[in-house]
């Protein structure tokens, strides 16, 4: 007799083997390729890493777990010492457990803010006596006037996001990180108060948008600041040596990737969904910690993959057949709607850009990993999973 737990879960599956039935539209030969992967549930998310000591220094919702890096390494058997990219790298997990594992890594991000997380998580021999006493130095310091302000991110009133404390006392810590001499030891530091801001407000991530929420009890910034360093110092003691290998991490457009063709063995990666949801506007408390002006991060903000409304990019044409039927559908499901046609119309042709570059850096009988998320638009479903595998020339796909 199966325990309650197990009756349960074996009712899950058969539920998600009946969506997964559902969702297929019997239109597409490359369904037919289509096989669940239901072990894979968890590990595309975040949640996997959120115990998982370096990996979670900063928690970014939309990326996926160690785990599924290194399944993807094991499943596809690729040999030890190959050359796995990540284009779109966001915090840099693909790069972190393909060095763990043994692989040279190369990764872009459109945003300072992956890529800074990245570096920062990858970063190896650290002067620990000289750490330990910088950590000492700032957790021993008084309040004090900052000079500077916050860099106001303009869509959310600064009053409301924060209490007067916190505008005071994040740029006060700022400004002592970055009189830390060690590069190493100050970017450490900084990842430390960059990964409590959202702690410290009273801002909630909802969906893909920030809400100000007052909440109830705020948790100062030099308690949670404290905390976070003193963990993190924590996991770089325990953490063992790890393989020599090369890792490369760097500010870059994954429709211009700054590689040789056929130089990349694996490529495991997750690009933005087609969800509406605006990087910069999301993480824009962290952003305005690495950034000097509102301007700047505006900038980025129509730099990025065109997920949302306010990304810009120049590419006209684009070889992926499939574009003009489906625009002409979603023009139906949404006359006189402008907006979802021109997000749908950009993210398309991004992503095939995007992919075309994958396709010129991979080496010939290389690999692609892609963890995407089909779309429920209003009035239609858009499969990114066939889309992909189709500009792919019909690669491998699991759902
Ligand atoms: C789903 S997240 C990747 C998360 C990553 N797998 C992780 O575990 O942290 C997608 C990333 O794509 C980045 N992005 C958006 N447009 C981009 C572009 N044109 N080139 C490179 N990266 C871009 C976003 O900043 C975001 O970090």
Redesign the pocket.
């Given at each position: 007799m199966l325990s309650a737990w197990a009756e349960n879960r074996v009712k899950a599956m058969r539920d998600m083997n009946r969506l997964f039935r559902e969702s297929l539209t019997g239109v597409n030969p490359l369904e037919e390729r289509l096989s669940p992967r239901f072990e894979f549930d968890k590990l595309v998310t975040?949640a996997g890493?959120k115990k998982t000591p370096i990996y979670n220094w900063f928690y970014?919702k939309?990326?996926?777990s160690r785990d599924f890096v290194w399944s993807a390494l094991e499943e596809l058997a690729i040999p030890k010492g190959s050359l796995v990219l990540?284009?779109?790298?966001?915090?840099?997990?693909?790069l972190l457990a393909a060095k763990q594992a043994g692989y040279d890594s190369a990764g872009?991000?459109?945003?300072p803010?992956?890529v800074f997380v990245s570096k920062v998580k990858l970063a190896e021999g650290y002067d620990m006596g000289e750490m330990e006493k910088q950590i000492r130095h700032i957790r021993s310091l008084k309040f004090g006037e900052p000079e500077n302000k916050l860099v106001d991110i303009r869509f959310l009133d600064m009053r409301k996001v924060y209490s007067r404390y916190a505008r005071r006392d994040i740029p006060f810590f700022m400004e002592e990180i970055f009189k830390v001499e060690d590069e190493k030891i100050r970017d450490f530091m900084l990842l430390a108060l960059i990964s409590i801001v959202g702690q410290a407000s009273n801002v909630k991530k909802d969906g893909g948008v920030l809400r100000i929420v007052r909440k109830k009890h705020l948790p100062p910034v030099r308690y949670l600041f404290h905390n976070k360093l003193k963990r993190m110092f924590k996991d770089l003691k325990k953490a063992g040596p790890t393989p020599k290998v090369s890792c490369n991490v760097n500010v870059?457009?994954?429709?211009n990737i700054d590689l040789k063709n056929n130089s990349v063995d694996a490529l495991i990666?997750?690009?933005?969904?087609l969800n509406f949801v605006d990087?910069t506007k999301l993480y824009a408390l962290e952003l305005s910690l690495l950034v000097s002006s509102a301007r700047e991060m505006e900038s980025l903000r129509r730099?990025?993959?065109r997920?949302h409304v306010t990304a810009e990019y120049d590419n006209s044409g684009v070889g992926w057949d499939g574009l003009k039927p489906l625009l002409s559908q979603v023009l139906k499901a949404n006359p006189g709607e402008d907006k979802v046609p021109l997000v749908v119309e950009g993210y398309v042709k991004?992503l095939y850009t995007?992919i075309s570059e994958a396709a010129r850096v991979i080496k010939p009988g290389g690999h692609a990993v892609y963890?995407v998320s089909n779309s429920a638009l209003p009035g239609i479903t858009v499969d990114i999973d066939i889309m992909i595998a189709e500009m792919g020339g019909g690669a491998w796909i699991h759902r």
């Open positions: 975040f890493n970014y939309e990326g996926f990540d284009p779109f790298c966001g915090t840099g997990t693909t872009f991000d459109i945003l803010l992956g870059g457009d994954a429709r990666t997750s690009p933005p969904y990087y730099m990025s993959m997920s991004d995007s963890v």
